[in-house]
DNA sequence: GCGGAAAGTTGAATCGGTTCAAAATATGAT
DNA sequence: ATCATATTTTGAACCGATTCAACTTTCCGC
């Protein structure tokens, strides 16, 4: 049952009567093999049932994997579950596949398996979804392959990493509220504690995650060009998952001065924001209009599709692909800019 | 920049005074070293910053790469968007995860380049996600590494293939429906043409769907069973991404005699049947009960939650990465049974 | 018919390890 | 001590290709 015998290229090259250079020649650089040669060793290829040259050896001489490691301190199945992983990884994936490279997907969610991982998986180089994480980076520098690190949280200046403009995302976001002639705004913010509550400039400014002080910075920018002052736009923690925003929310509504304009540090705790608002009878862009961030998928979907400022998923996949495969590590950290796209969930206020 | 000259074990057994071999044990079975060398070469290693034996000599010398390549006749962007694909993604990677081996994703989805990333690809085999075509299957078989077909469609004796007990599935939902008391269905099947309209029996026999065929079976033998005839219950045709749907339930809804329960070749149907059946004010299941197919997780999200009868995810994963990886492939078509996920869509049908 | 260039072919080195029979060394019993 | 046995270590073969300098053959023009 088992394949009686791989035959191999030296058996082709023998059966054929020729070097195995030769034989090497036909599959790789035909033009260099006289044609009546190469159609006999290819002749012969065929009736031994050889399928070309294994990838194996030419792994091992050329040293190329053709292949890259995506991992995550995460269980595998947050690949497929997240939607900006998702999103991510399906640029990621067709980059690679125009290329005729493969993927790798590597978990590290397990403490000590971690390591085996990493420095196992037969690939050319790494990308790696930080999140605050240096362990990953740290492992992996170990391994001594080239890796990419993306949405790494720390600011070290040596590691190669792949970031994007989380300030000048949110101003633009912030503007195009401004440019519609909204003036009371509201934040829905994450990583800043479980909420619902308001969360002073301060306490924001002192949180560890790096994307959300600038998010806030960017929004706080943008208001202050208007002549808004930072206290007078209330920032309220909500998780990262979308819990308690619906709570946010009535705090946020039960305002004297009722916002006109809602920002949201993600895409997915705008879409919960505009499912809680529906639930109450606020009509969006009506009423109040909101803005996300990311540009994940289902933004797309939604009634109406949410505004937002979308994240270069393609442009991250190019560079950082191209970082491992072109032998073309970003020196430190690199920034890409993202878009604003326009939908359903802003417009004017309504005047009075 | 680049790292200067990667070290080898050679250059690491060298510098510690001992063979090769000797220093390869170290590394893969350190307990036939003697303690003193052991640490001597460990210690080596750790200041030439040896990472390690690198994967590729191992590979070309075992010859087991220790990654599975999934492949699928879709865009790569496929395996993160269809439920089905991530969900049994999901089990697969983690599967191989705890085993210690690799995924890595192909897609044949170009034509021409099809070809190419099946046989280049760096794994010990391949999980084909099927759905019809057999192109799939013969470009693989070309490779001559071991693989599995998913969901294949053609029923050739001799392809290795993984599949689903369709027939005994949808028997198992209509029985359940029938013991709660139903008596009046409708199906809403998929694979039989565009729709929205009732499709005959001959009709759905003559699909060249096996699978559609086999859970139109089920359905027939549960409700013959049971004293009802193929004919009483209307075959409704809706596309595959749930096209149709409300259309077909407003044919089934004006129907004099309106049945008390709608059984779905798939979740995704069925979802979207809950969807329209609340547009038009119809509860579930207090007036009309819904049962699906496939356990997708979105299944468990709905309001209320869809019963279906779910894939064996986890069970599929297993023995076809077992089957690779292990070396023990089925030698035809092996079926799997799926379990009968009650949720909140049935109940017994109101009296009168 | 000859020299030189072009085209085609060969053979050996190499990639980075693993493996295993055989050799060397250590241990224990007598 | 001595021999048998157990523990370590060695060295060379091997995995399946690619590459390239050197060698052979063919082709041309004169």
Same mark, same amino acid.
Not at 94 to 112: M, P, Q, T, Y
Not at 125 to 132: D, K, N, P, Q, S
Not at 267 to 277: C, F, I, M
Not at 307 to 326: F, G, K, M, N
């Given at each position: 049952?088992?394949?009686?015998?791989?035959?191999?290229?030296?058996?082709?090259?023998?059966?054929?009567?020729?070097?195995?250079?030769?034989?090497?020649?036909?599959?790789?650089?035909?033009?260099?093999?006289?044609?009546?040669?190469?159609?006999?060793?290819?002749?012969?290829?065929?009736?031994?049932?050889?399928?070309?040259?294994?990838?194996?050896?030419?792994?091992?001489?050329?040293?190329?994997?053709?292949?890259?490691?995506?991992?995550?301190?995460?269980? @595998?199945?947050?690949?497929?579950?997240?939607?900006?992983?998702?999103?991510? @990884?399906?640029?990621?994936?067709?980059?690679?596949?125009?290329?005729?490279?493969?993927?790798?997907?590597?978990?590290?969610?397990?403490?000590?398996?971690?390591?085996?991982?990493?420095?196992?998986?037969?690939?050319?180089?790494?990308?790696?979804?930080?999140?605050?994480?240096?362990?990953?980076?740290?492992?992996?520098?170990?391994?001594?392959?080239?890796?990419?690190?993306?949405?790494?949280?720390?600011?070290?200046?040596?590691?190669?990493?792949?970031?994007?403009?989380?300030?000048?995302?949110?101003?633009?976001?912030?503007?195009?509220?401004?440019?519609?002639?909204?003036?009371?705004?509201?934040?829905?913010?994450?990583?800043?504690?479980?909420?619902?509550?308001?969360?002073?400039?301060?306490? #924001?400014?002192?949180?560890?995650?790096?994307?959300?002080?600038?998010?806030?910075?960017?929004?706080?920018?943008?208001?202050?060009?208007?002549?808004?002052?930072?206290?007078?736009?209330?920032?309220?923690?909500?998780?990262?998952?979308?819990?308690?925003?619906?709570?946010?929310?009535?705090?946020?509504?039960?305002?004297?001065?009722?916002?006109?304009?809602?920002?949201?540090?993600?895409?997915?705790?705008?879409?919960?924001?505009?499912?809680?608002?529906?639930?109450?009878?606020?009509?969006?862009?009506?009423?109040?209009?909101?803005?996300?961030?990311?540009?994940?998928?289902?933004?797309?979907?939604?009634?109406?599709?949410?505004?937002?400022?979308?994240?270069?998923?393609?442009?991250?996949?190019?560079?950082?692909?191209?970082?491992?495969?072109?032998?073309?590590?970003?020196?430190?950290?690199?920034?890409?800019?993202?878009?604003?796209?326009?939908?359903?969930?802003?417009?004017?206020? #309504?005047?009075?």
């Amino acid at each position: 049952m088992a394949e009686a015998k791989m035959i191999k290229l030296r058996d082709v090259a023998e059966a054929a009567g020729v070097s195995q250079g030769t034989a090497s020649n036909v599959f790789n650089r035909p033009e260099l093999v006289r044609e009546e040669v190469r159609e006999r060793v290819r002749e012969v290829a065929r009736t031994l049932g050889y399928a070309g040259p294994s990838p194996k050896g030419r792994l091992l001489r050329s040293g190329k994997v053709n292949a890259i490691g995506i991992a995550a301190a995460e269980p @595998l199945s947050y690949f497929f579950a997240d939607p900006w992983a998702r999103r991510l @990884l399906t640029e990621v994936a067709e980059v690679c596949d125009a290329r005729g490279a493969g993927i790798a997907l590597v978990s590290v969610a397990g403490g000590k398996h971690l390591a085996w991982s990493i420095e196992s998986a037969l690939v050319d180089g790494f990308l790696l979804r930080c999140g605050g994480r240096e362990l990953l980076v740290e492992v992996t520098q170990r391994r001594g392959l080239p890796f990419v690190a993306l949405s790494l949280d720390t600011s070290e200046p040596d590691v190669p990493a792949i970031d994007i403009d989380d300030f000048g995302a949110t101003r633009m976001a912030a503007r195009h509220l401004l440019a519609l002639g909204h003036r009371r705004f509201a934040i829905l913010g994450i990583g800043l504690g479980p909420g619902p509550g308001r969360v002073p400039p301060e306490e #924001v400014r002192a949180t560890r995650f790096v994307n959300v002080r600038e998010r806030a910075r960017g929004y706080w920018a943008a208001l202050t060009e208007a002549g808004i002052a930072e206290d007078m736009v209330p920032i309220h923690a909500v998780q990262n998952d979308g819990g308690n925003v619906g709570a946010a929310l009535d705090l946020i509504l039960a305002a004297e001065e009722r916002p006109t304009a809602l920002l949201a540090m993600s895409d997915l705790v705008a879409l919960e924001a505009l499912k809680a608002l529906e639930a109450r009878g606020v009509r969006v862009p009506e009423e109040i209009s909101v803005v996300g961030f990311d540009g994940v998928p289902e933004a797309a979907e939604s009634i109406p599709p949410l505004t937002t400022v979308e994240q270069p998923y393609r442009r991250i996949a190019e560079r950082s692909v191209s970082a491992i495969l072109d032998d073309d590590l970003p020196a430190g950290r690199e920034i890409l800019p993202l878009t604003l796209v326009v939908r359903g969930t802003t417009a004017p206020p #309504v005047s009075g």
